[in-house]
């Protein structure tokens, strides 16, 4: 049996708009729908997404192929802290 969810947020994954982060071989990550760029460093890169903040952790940290609704981070990844993780309530 499926877990039930909300109508909205199926209408929000299906349009595309849900952030999205894949892990496209042990170096990079593609980060899609975000929107934004808020802080970048050799160590952490955190983008804006409608939910919140996605940060990338890790060192040796580049920003390749740049677009205006996506990217892919490489260098020495170790953890992704997706949007509403460690935020206060």
Sequence with gaps: MRPSVPALEWVSDVSGRAVRATAVGSRRILIENHTGIRDFSDTAVTLSTANGALCVRGSGLTLCEVRRNALIVRGEI????????????
């Design 78 to 89: 170790r953890q992704v802290e997706l949007p509403g993780e460690g935020d206060a309530p």
